[in-house]
């Protein structure tokens, strides 16, 4: 069975949708193909979600900044799931995207967006990723490769809600 594909969307594709990525293809086995795209790249992954990644014991070759236009050209691989991870409380932008995929939403504040001195902002690159491997592990345990589209939307939207001190929380 061939894997799952899940592209994990922000504004600047440096610091959330890269820790998604790499951290599902990291967990996920092979069983999931996970990709990371932006509507606005910065060109660049922050630092602090490289070293966030590299302490996790996370590989990080290959990982880079880049548009969502190779993905919504057509020419591309075929994606199951996008997962938008903007954070909308903050009035960020979330992309649109149209296609025959899952959609659903995560959102998580912008870990890049952090200010203070490099040990506040290590903290908050470690929370953000706490809390998406929280998510993942979540997706993880879901039987993605049997699931209704519209079963597997609504627990992608659920896993979506979960908090980093929801430990007892588990999608339907």
Do not use: Y
Request: with cysteine.
């Amino acid at each position: 069975m061939p894997p799952c594909r899940i592209l994990f969307v922000c504004t600047g594709n440096s610091a959330r949708s890269i820790l998604s990525e790499a951290t599902l293809n990291h967990l996920g086995h092979g069983r999931f193909e996970a990709h990371s795209a932006g509507s606005r790249p910065t060109g660049r992954v922050n630092p602090h979600a490289l070293a966030t990644l590299a302490a996790a014991g996370i590989p990080t070759e290959g990982l880079s900044s880049k548009s969502w236009d190779r993905f919504t050209e057509g020419s591309g691989t075929p994606l199951d799931i996008v997962v938008t991870v903007c954070d909308s409380a903050a009035s960020e932008p979330c992309p649109v995207l149209f296609g025959d995929f899952v959609r659903s939403h995560w959102g998580l504040p912008d870990p890049a967006a952090a200010t203070g001195d490099a040990a506040a902002i290590d903290a908050t690159f470690r929370q953000a990723h706490a809390l998406i491997t929280r998510r993942l592990q979540a997706l993880l345990a879901l039987p993605v490769e049997r699931m209704p589209k519209d079963a597997l939307r609504r627990a992608l939207d659920e896993i979506g809600t979960l908090g980093a001190g929801d430990n007892d929380a588990k999608p339907a």
